[in-house]
């Protein structure tokens, strides 16, 4: 495997079910991010991880709960969710995310969709 | 806070015809600048990126684009499109000293007829 893998690429839940996304970087990063992408709407910025240690929250819903067991895997943990959760789910790594011209690398995506 | 402002959320162009996608944004210090692309059911890659060097940045697939701090633009240009540059791309912005936290337009979706 080489660059960002999500899985699964894609997936289907009811709100009252408990579902993860997985996202693997075998880039040698230190930084890894929770992206959503909805329709007509820019990229939002969820969750920063770097060195494993979470440095943003962008005032996400409690029922989005992510988990960086390590600099290269990055969970994002989803539990009674509602059907405006529904988008894509995108996931990036980069060198440490202290420097802002550091290129961040994005998977393909999960796509999403609460029923 | 910082902004980024895509003008046209679709354009289209004939092959063989000018590419000019056009970003501006609002910041309170010199920023970093990003341009993205997104073709369908993938994610995004990096087309080129400003970071306070030359304000002339040549990118993958022939594209470039240039800073201009007076008018804030970082616009998109391609002399010549291919069919397959149709994709979606994302003009995005970050704060050189508050992370690597990437603020994005909405994204202008490019269409290339024969």
């Known amino acids: 495997e080489t660059g960002v893998t999500q899985t699964p690429r894609h997936l289907v839940m009811g709100m009252t079910n408990k579902k993860s996304l997985k996202c693997e970087q075998h880039?040698?990063?230190?930084?890894m991010y929770w992206y959503k992408q909805s329709a007509k709407k820019p990229l939002e910025l969820m969750f920063v991880y770097n060195f494993k240690e979470q440095t943003e929250n962008n005032s996400v819903p409690s029922r989005f709960s992510p988990e960086c067991p390590n600099s290269s895997h990055l969970f994002l943990h989803l539990h009674t969710l509602q059907p405006e959760d529904s988008a894509l789910y995108l996931c990036?790594?980069?060198?440490?995310?202290?420097?802002?011209?550091?290129?961040?690398?994005f998977g393909p995506g999960t796509r999403l969709t609460v029923l | 806070a910082q902004s980024v402002t895509q003008l046209g959320s679709h354009v289209s162009v004939s092959e063989g015809a000018l590419v000019l996608l056009r970003c501006n944004y609002s910041s309170s210090v010199p920023p970093y600048l990003f341009w993205y692309v997104q073709y369908p059911n993938q994610g995004l890659q990096l087309l080129l990126k400003?970071?306070?060097?030359?304000?002339l940045v040549k990118g993958i697939n022939g594209f470039e684009a240039e800073f201009k701090k007076s008018e804030t633009s970082f616009h998109l240009t391609k002399p010549s499109a291919h069919m397959s540059d149709a994709a979606e791309y994302f003009c995005a912005v970050s704060d050189p000293g508050g992370g690597n936290k990437l603020t994005f337009g909405t994204g202008t979706q490019l269409k290339v007829e024969l």
């Open positions: 880039l040698g990063h230190n930084a």
């Open positions: 990036a790594s980069s060198q440490e995310s202290g420097r802002g011209a550091n290129e961040q690398f």
């Open positions: 400003y970071t306070s060097a030359a304000t």
